[in-house]
């Protein structure tokens, strides 16, 4: 039994679910519990606290490293809602699906930006639909308001790091401060590779190392996305172009992209099957 799971005095049968670069992370019961080597997982509780998010729990120091509990979150993550999409044909109900799904992720955003927090390593993954909600999950890299433990933020998934912070990632060895619109260039990334199952930079090697990767992503290399899609869907193409703009003072905000795919749904929704 690890330490934490006995002194927080969790009921249920621990279940090891994450063991990686320094994180740990137990389903137990009802909860769910992280655990890092370093201040990470006590930072994010720090920001779920702030935000007065309602799965959070609490958090705390475990030796040199720190803990987070929350409520377990019983959902679908973006990528697992947008695999039935990308299998299916195209029909009403599957544009309909996929506009619900991205307008939602992209209205969840606009309310992190609007309560002045950014999330600064959006990916597929870190979208999650409840039945009754929509989360954003993994805040450990969130940068806001309220002052938290600091650590050198150096961006986060490469598919989903935008261009203007892979040059600042490529050129210095300092801080970034994360942005929303960087922010609003990972969710598309993370639809539009949701959907194609492809990541939207079009790599010379996607067996490459990290640096390699990024370079692509500086240089602007995007794949066509006429060339991956199921099958052509220009309401929901146009928003990921919109939010994947190269210069991040042509994308919409995440309210702009929201109201635009909502839009789309409203009128996807006349359509009969």
Same mark, same amino acid.
């Given at each position: 039994?690890?330490?934490?799971?006995?002194?927080?005095?969790?009921?249920?049968?621990?279940?090891?679910?994450?063991?990686?670069?320094?994180?740990?992370?137990?389903?137990?019961?009802?909860?769910?519990?992280?655990?890092?080597?370093?201040?990470?997982?006590? @930072?994010?509780?720090?920001?779920?606290? *702030?935000?007065?998010?309602?799965?959070? @729990?609490?958090?705390?120091?475990?030796?040199? #490293?720190?803990?987070?509990?929350?409520?377990?979150?019983?959902?679908?993550?973006?990528?697992?809602?947008?695999?039935?999409?990308?299998?299916?044909?195209?029909?009403?109900?599957?544009?309909?699906?996929?506009?619900?799904?991205?307008?939602? *992720?992209?209205? /969840?955003?606009?309310? &992190?930006?609007?309560?002045?927090? %950014?999330?600064?390593?959006?990916?597929?993954?870190?979208? =999650?639909?409840? =039945?009754?909600?929509?989360?954003?999950?993994?805040?450990?890299?969130?940068?806001?308001?309220? $002052?938290? $433990?600091?650590?050198?933020?150096? #961006?986060?998934?490469?598919?989903?790091?935008?261009?203007?912070? /892979?040059?600042?990632?490529?050129?210095?060895?300092?801080?970034?401060?994360?942005?929303? #619109?960087?922010? =609003?260039?990972?969710?598309?990334?993370? &639809?539009?590779?949701?959907?194609?199952?492809?990541?939207?930079?079009?790599?010379?090697?996607?067996?490459?190392?990290?640096?390699?990767?990024?370079?692509?992503?500086?240089?602007?290399?995007?794949?066509?996305?006429?060339?991956?899609?199921?099958?052509?869907?220009?309401?929901?193409?146009?928003?990921?172009?919109?939010?994947?703009?190269?210069?991040?003072?042509?994308?919409?905000?995440?309210?702009? &992209?929201?109201?635009?795919?909502?839009? *789309?749904? %409203?009128?996807?929704?006349? =359509?009969?099957?």
């Amino acid at each position: 039994m690890h330490p934490p799971i006995t002194e927080l005095g969790l009921d249920g049968d621990p279940k090891l679910l994450h063991e990686r670069r320094g994180t740990i992370f137990f389903k137990v019961g009802d909860t769910a519990l992280k655990i890092t080597d370093g201040l990470m997982a006590g @930072r994010e509780g720090q920001v779920l606290e *702030a935000l007065g998010a309602d799965h959070y @729990r609490a958090h705390g120091q475990y030796g040199e #490293g720190t803990w987070l509990a929350m409520r377990w979150i019983d959902g679908t993550s973006l990528w697992d809602a947008l695999e039935p999409a990308h299998r299916s044909n195209d029909t009403p109900a599957t544009r309909r699906s996929i506009l619900t799904a991205a307008a939602q *992720a992209a209205e /969840v955003l606009a309310d &992190l930006h609007a309560a002045g927090w %950014t999330h600064g390593d959006l990916q597929p993954d870190h979208i =999650v639909f409840e =039945v009754d909600a929509v989360r954003i999950i993994d805040l450990a890299c969130a940068q806001g308001p309220v $002052p938290m $433990p600091f650590y050198v933020h150096r #961006g986060g998934r490469a598919h989903t790091t935008a261009p203007e912070t /892979v040059a600042l990632i490529l050129d210095t060895t300092e801080h970034i401060a994360t942005t929303t #619109g960087a922010d =609003v260039w990972s969710l598309a990334a993370s &639809l539009f590779w949701a959907w194609t199952r492809t990541p939207p930079t079009d790599y010379r090697d996607p067996q490459a190392r990290r640096p390699d990767l990024l370079a692509d992503i500086a240089a602007g290399r995007s794949h066509d996305i006429a060339a991956l899609r199921p099958w052509p869907f220009p309401a929901f193409e146009n928003a990921l172009l919109a939010g994947l703009a190269h210069d991040p003072g042509l994308r919409p905000s995440a309210h702009s &992209l929201a109201r635009s795919l909502r839009a *789309a749904l %409203t009128e996807a929704a006349s =359509v009969r099957e």
